[in-house]
């Protein structure tokens, strides 16, 4: 028997699905995937069957309510496409909010995907030690360095020390960055890359582990070549 790729996902779905409704068989409420997988397969049987399609649509609002998900996956299950095979062809069909709301009056202090926090103030890399540099940016635009960028390799248009930047990172928060606008001296806080210290694509001047023998050296020399200021 020779499956397709798409004949192996229809597969998966099946035996998502089916494990969703043994879990539900038993009272349990389903995750995110589980819940996603069980929809999916019965709206793609009834294509097969070849319901109307505002059949399947409203067949596939009355599968589940919160009841049956666990808290807060009903709001993560905001929209799901779904390419269905129906007699005449495929059509995608989009389900909007499919997971119907319970008899239980909903959690509203449930966030999916939200991190609880103490209430005090928490210090980013703390005991850390920490280099300031001066930046200028000699270009005609205005650059971004993110938070994950190794500093050393940030754009050749901004001119600082490289050599004191080797090694080290904004020190920001992760998910955010600081920009350098035109002709501006901006003093930037840098902090050492944690970890194994292996730094991959990028500018192309590392591409392996900071602390390698003549890492530093040879990154300094390929900079200097390419025209990045400061090295």
Partial sequence: ??????????????????????????GIRLSHPEAV????????????????YAEIR??????LTADDVQPGVAEMVALIYI?????????????????????EPPLDDIVPGEIISPDEEIEIFAG???????????????IQVRSHAHFFEANRALRFDRTAAWGMKVDRPSGTGIRFEPGLVKSVNLVPIDGSRVVLGQSGLVDGPLDAPDAKATALSRAK???FLGA
Avoid: Q, W
């Fill in 1 to 26: 028997m020779n499956l397709t790729p798409t004949e192996m996902d229809r597969l998966t779905i099946f035996t998502a699905a089916e494990l969703a409704r043994r879990y539900r068989s038993l």
């Fill in 225 to 227: 070549a390419l025209g």
């Fill in 128 to 142: 850390r030690p920490v280099v300031t540099i001066d930046v200028v940016n000699t270009g005609d635009r205005d």
């Fill in 83 to 103: 390419e269905c095979h129906f007699a005449e062809g495929t059509k995608v069909i989009a389900l909007f909010e499919p997971i119907g709301p319970g008899s």
């Fill in 37 to 52: 997988a069980l929809i999916t397969d019965e709206v793609m049987t009834a294509a097969r069957r070849d319901l109307p």
């Fill in 58 to 63: 409203d067949l596939a609002g009355r599968l």
